[in-house]
Protein backbone atom coordinates (compact mmCIF):
# COMPACT_ATOMS: atom_id res chain seq x y z
CA UNK A 1 0.00 0.00 0.00
CA UNK A 2 1.36 3.71 -0.90
CA UNK A 3 1.53 5.92 2.12
CA UNK A 4 -0.68 8.89 1.30
CA UNK A 5 1.97 11.25 1.53
CA UNK A 6 3.48 9.89 -1.23
CA UNK A 7 0.42 9.55 -3.30
CA UNK A 8 -0.47 13.42 -2.61
CA UNK A 9 3.18 14.87 -3.64
CA UNK A 10 3.10 12.88 -6.87
CA UNK A 11 0.03 13.83 -7.67
CA UNK A 12 0.85 17.48 -7.14
CA UNK A 13 3.69 17.16 -9.50
CA UNK A 14 1.58 15.66 -11.61
CA UNK A 15 -0.77 18.68 -11.92
CA UNK A 16 2.25 20.78 -12.17
CA UNK A 17 3.39 19.20 -15.69
CA UNK A 18 -0.61 19.30 -16.59
CA UNK A 19 -1.10 23.06 -15.87
CA UNK A 20 2.36 23.56 -17.64
CA UNK A 21 1.28 22.08 -20.59
CA UNK A 22 -1.93 23.47 -20.82
CA UNK A 23 -0.59 26.90 -19.72
CA UNK A 24 -3.59 27.83 -17.54
CA UNK A 25 -2.64 30.45 -14.96
CA UNK A 26 -5.52 29.38 -12.10
CA UNK A 27 -4.13 25.45 -12.14
CA UNK A 28 -0.99 26.38 -11.69
CA UNK A 29 -1.36 29.00 -9.03
CA UNK A 30 -3.36 26.02 -7.24
CA UNK A 31 -0.68 23.56 -8.35
CA UNK A 32 1.73 26.17 -6.26
CA UNK A 33 -0.09 26.39 -3.37
CA UNK A 34 -0.75 22.76 -3.29
CA UNK A 35 3.51 22.48 -3.40
CA UNK A 36 3.43 24.61 -0.10
CA UNK A 37 1.15 23.02 1.67
CA UNK A 38 2.71 19.56 0.77
CA UNK A 39 6.09 21.34 2.02
CA UNK A 40 4.59 22.60 5.14
CA UNK A 41 3.49 19.30 6.41
CA UNK A 42 6.81 17.33 5.33
CA UNK A 43 8.63 20.32 7.97
CA UNK A 44 6.13 19.56 10.55
CA UNK A 45 6.32 15.54 10.52
CA UNK A 46 9.49 14.20 7.87
CA UNK A 47 9.13 11.47 5.69
CA UNK A 48 9.23 8.27 7.22
CA UNK A 49 11.70 6.42 4.90
CA UNK A 50 14.10 9.47 4.96
CA UNK A 51 16.26 11.14 7.93
CA UNK A 52 15.63 14.30 9.00
CA UNK A 53 17.67 16.40 6.90
CA UNK A 54 16.87 14.67 3.51
CA UNK A 55 13.47 15.24 4.53
CA UNK A 56 13.51 19.03 4.92
CA UNK A 57 15.75 18.96 2.03
CA UNK A 58 12.87 17.48 0.15
CA UNK A 59 10.74 20.28 2.00
CA UNK A 60 12.27 22.73 1.10
CA UNK A 61 12.55 22.30 -2.80
CA UNK A 62 8.86 21.82 -3.16
CA UNK A 63 8.34 24.56 -1.24
CA UNK A 64 10.76 26.66 -3.05
CA UNK A 65 9.19 25.15 -6.56
CA UNK A 66 5.82 25.68 -5.23
CA UNK A 67 5.99 29.38 -4.15
CA UNK A 68 8.15 30.12 -7.49
CA UNK A 69 4.92 28.69 -9.57
CA UNK A 70 2.49 30.54 -7.65
CA UNK A 71 4.03 33.71 -8.01
CA UNK A 72 5.18 33.27 -11.58
CA UNK A 73 1.36 32.73 -12.30
CA UNK A 74 0.04 35.33 -10.68
CA UNK A 75 1.85 37.88 -12.15
CA UNK A 76 1.54 36.32 -15.57
CA UNK A 77 -2.29 36.73 -14.58
CA UNK A 78 -2.01 40.05 -13.64
CA UNK A 79 -0.36 40.98 -16.73
Known amino acids: MIPTIYLVISVAYILFLVSVFMESEIIT??????????????????????NNFAS????????GLGSYIAVRSSIELIK
Open 56 to 63: IMIAGVTF
Open 29 to 50: ILTGMLMMSIAVFIFINGIDIF
